[in-house]
């Protein structure tokens, strides 16, 4: 099993539409959640971070951490063309110690929203 | 945008040959590290470094090399390339910041092994 699971998708929506992405994960040890998006031919940008378990709202954009489940998701309201991307999870154990702090992503999900 | 500078950006190579690509910051960050990705693998850690000459091992390091002899320098070789290593290469930095890893990413090096 790979430590972390996401559906690569591809995913289409109309413009507007509520956007559900997810990820699971298998390493319990796991504290510090990151989605990051990727545009074509760009590197990878940090979109929102998480500690723990909980939730955190950047505009229109919704982070969900449930450790119990080992289930994070990312919501996105109203959303729009310009939202069109690759978007990947990321996950890292967090506290000190030279390994701990490499991240471990997803495969990423492709996000199209049709005007 | 975080000061990262890969290079080349795109390269063409042939089986056999060696090929080494170079990341460069300049943010001082600790951590390095090389990713490749490919279609339905997405982002695969290849090596990375906690600090110089501090380097590790990811996922995928078979036919790989690192070398970190500076701060500022993380340079990942090919040894002798093979059509398997095609692929898109990012190298991303990263810093401790109140207890979690931001990860900066560069625009990527397209290689293509012939």
């Known amino acids: 099993q790979k430590e972390v699971e996401q559906d690569p998708g591809p995913l289409s929506v109309p413009e507007g539409a509520i956007v559900s992405l997810n990820c699971t994960y298998s390493n319990s040890a796991f504290q510090y959640f990151m989605w990051y998006r990727q545009y074509s031919r760009k590197g990878p940008e940090l979109l929102m971070y998480?500690?723990?378990?909980g939730n955190k709202e950047d505009g229109r954009f919704t982070a969900q951490v449930d450790k119990s489940s080992k289930y994070i998701s990312l919501f996105i309201r109203d959303s729009q063309p310009s939202d069109s991307a690759t978007y990947l999870c990321a996950m890292s154990v967090g506290y000190s110690g030279g390994s701990n702090y490499k991240l471990t992503f997803g495969k990423g999900t492709l996000l199209t929203v049709n005007p | 945008d975080a000061g990262i500078t890969q290079s080349p950006r795109h390269k063409v190579t042939e089986t056999g040959t060696p090929v080494t690509l170079r990341c460069h910051q300049t943010?001082?960050?600790?951590?390095m590290y090389w990713y490749r990705q490919d279609p339905g693998h997405g982002l695969r850690l290849i090596h990375y470094?906690?600090?110089?000459?501090?380097?590790d091992k990811g996922e995928v390091s078979d036919g790989y090399s690192v070398s970190r002899s500076k701060t500022e320098d993380f340079l990942l070789t090919l040894e002798s390339a093979t059509s398997s290593q095609t692929s898109v290469y990012f190298c991303?930095?990263?810093?401790?910041?109140?207890?979690?890893?931001?990860?900066?990413f560069g625009q990527g090096t397209r290689l293509t092994v012939v």
């Open positions: 991303a930095i990263s810093d401790y910041r109140k207890g979690y890893t931001e990860a900066f």
């Open positions: 470094s906690y600090g110089v000459k501090d380097t």
């Open positions: 998480t500690y723990s378990s």
């Open positions: 943010e001082n960050h600790r951590y």
